[in-house]
């Protein structure tokens, strides 16, 4: 397991590097949340990376030391009049993250947070993944 240095979110930029070498994918934008998304003039099919927050187990060791497991969520969106896109693409991004390393360690494909929704010709096909870290506070 990796420690955290002195980026909390540094696996957005690598998250994205590695989204940007997927074939098909037009755009690779960091998006704060699923609402700014869907605002969003959209370039299709692009990748939204979305951070989706973290949890921490209860700490031991007087919390000198947490295991983070921070969850982050990539939205495949597509023009609906390509949605035969949607499948091959998917897949290559899955491919593409699963197993990957990071700084921070692996990145593993978690359960989805939201179902696919689709709004205004376009579709939005979630995917999550997470990695663990540790991070090391201050000693007394």
Do not use: C
């Amino acid at each position: 397991m990796q420690d955290l240095t002195d980026d909390y979110l540094a696996a957005e930029p690598e998250l994205i590097a590695l989204l940007d070498q997927v074939e098909g994918l037009r755009k690779v934008y960091s998006t704060a949340d699923l609402a700014e998304l869907k605002e969003r003039s959209q370039i299709t099919p692009a990748a939204h990376v979305i951070y989706w927050g973290d949890a921490v187990p209860d700490t031991a060791q007087g919390g000198n030391l947490s295991h983070v497991t921070q969850t982050w969520v990539v939205v495949l969106a597509v023009n609906l009049r390509k949605k035969d896109e949607a499948g091959p693409l998917l897949a290559r991004i899955i491919q593409q993250l699963s197993g990957a390393r990071i700084s921070l360690g692996p990145v593993q494909r978690i359960n989805p947070i939201a179902k696919p929704t689709f709004s205004g010709g376009f579709g939005y096909y979630p995917l999550a993944f997470n990695f663990k870290f540790r991070i090391k506070g201050a000693r007394p």
